[in-house]
Nanobody
Framework: QVQLVESGGGLVQAGGSLRLSCAAS????????MGWFRQAPGKEREFVAA????????TYEDSVKGRFTISRDNAKNTLYLQMNSLKPEDTAVYHC????????????????????WGQGTQVIVSS
């Protein structure tokens, strides 16, 4: 079955950096769109970034543009999120998600477009 396992979260000071990883198994990784979402305490889960199955098209939520970079390594079945210039408001549990390229009506920022989800990794940014 499809498994997505995130890692790389932790505690960091404002202005610092973290790189999140998402190891995928049970799927042909190169044929899946991939996304990162986050959920802060007491808030709804929200879109962060997505990358198309052909890794040339990326999409970002406005508040992370210029600070976060999504990338993928199809040879390693791994998705990444490089987060720089972190702010306290970036504090959240970060989840990766997968959607096969054939998904009808796929929209990068729409949670309902992603059938597969990881359990998440906690990111805490202190001020």
């Amino acid at each position: 079955q499809v498994q997505l396992v995130e890692s790389g979260g932790g505690l960091v000071q404002a202005g610092g950096s973290l790189r999140l990883s998402c190891a995928a198994s049970g799927l042909t990784f190169s044929t899946y769109h991939m996304g990162w979402f986050r959920q802060a305490p007491g808030k709804e889960r929200e879109f962060v970034a997505a990358i198309s199955w052909i890794a040339g098209r990326t999409t970002y939520e406005d508040s992370v543009k210029g600070r976060f970079t999504i990338s993928r390594d199809n040879a390693k079945n791994t998705l990444y999120l490089q987060m720089n210039s972190l702010k306290p408001e970036d504090t959240a549990v970060y989840h990766c998600a997968a959607s096969h390229r054939s998904y009808t009506g796929y929209s990068p920022g729409a949670q309902e477009s992603y059938p597969y989800w990881g359990q998440g990794t906690q990111v805490i940014v202190s001020s």
